[in-house]
């Protein structure tokens, strides 16, 4: 059977979090585990102006917390505020190399939405390369496809979507 809930009792936990957040930064305003998941929750709920402002107290305090950045920048997305998301993913890259992979993923999909392909597809390059696992390539592959033939660089995209075809059958031993 399925039961249907009232869009507030699907928020309880959510509202639950925001309070619980806040009031430990009522007690512990330099808690940056607190304002951390407050940014979080906020984002969750929708509220991406609260969370945007959540990680930027919380950057002013801790300038080199990547996860902020990251947290940011989805927001900002959200707001389509493109031109700062990308700043913010940079940022986090800068800040936590390892996150290099995802970020240029992030900013190629931030740069496709903005129709600038040319960039979108050097993004997603940039993320095949520091992609040494292939944990991701048929993905990131397939984006860069897409970028290609948009740029009516056809030929190109094409031997990008086969690639991907290839990694995706190789990882998947059910295919």
Same mark, same amino acid.
């Given at each position: 059977?399925?039961?249907?809930?009232?869009?507030?009792?699907?928020?309880?936990?959510?509202?639950? !979090?925001? #309070?619980?957040?806040?009031?430990?930064? %009522?007690?512990?305003?330099?808690?940056?585990?607190?304002?951390?998941?407050? #940014?979080?929750?906020?984002?969750?709920?929708?509220?991406?102006?609260?969370?945007?402002?959540?990680?930027? %107290?919380?950057?002013?305090?801790?300038?080199?917390? @990547?996860?902020s950045y990251l947290?940011?920048a989805y927001a900002?997305?959200?707001?389509? !505020?493109?031109? %700062?998301?990308?700043?913010?993913?940079?940022q986090a890259m800068?800040?936590?190399?390892?996150?290099?992979?995802?970020?240029?993923?992030?900013?190629?999909?931030?740069?496709?939405?903005?129709?600038?392909?040319?960039?979108?597809?050097?993004?997603?390059?940039?993320?095949?390369?520091?992609?040494?696992?292939?944990?991701? !390539?048929?993905?990131?592959?397939?984006?860069?496809?897409? #970028?290609?033939?948009?740029?009516?660089?056809?030929? %190109? @995209?094409?031997?990008?979507?086969?690639?991907?075809?290839?990694?995706?059958?190789?990882?998947?031993?059910?295919?």
């Amino acid at each position: 059977m399925i039961s249907l809930m009232r869009p507030s009792a699907l928020n309880l936990p959510v509202s639950r !979090s925001r #309070a619980g957040a806040n009031r430990a930064l %009522e007690l512990l305003p330099s808690n940056y585990a607190a304002r951390e998941k407050l #940014a979080n929750v906020l984002i969750r709920m929708g509220k991406f102006d609260e969370g945007i402002a959540q990680c930027r %107290e919380l950057l002013r305090r801790m300038p080199y917390h @990547a996860p902020s950045y990251l947290t940011m920048a989805y927001a900002m997305v959200q707001l389509r !505020s493109f031109d %700062e998301a990308i700043a913010a993913y940079q940022q986090a890259m800068r800040l936590h190399p390892s996150y290099s992979v995802d970020g240029y993923n992030a900013i190629g999909v931030v740069q496709t939405l903005q129709g600038r392909f040319d960039l979108a597809a050097a993004s997603f390059q940039k993320a095949i390369d520091l992609d040494t696992a292939h944990a991701k !390539s048929a993905d990131l592959l397939y984006k860069l496809s897409y #970028a290609l033939q948009k740029l009516g660089r056809s030929a %190109e @995209a094409q031997r990008a979507l086969e690639e991907a075809k290839e990694g995706a059958m190789a990882s998947d031993p059910k295919r």
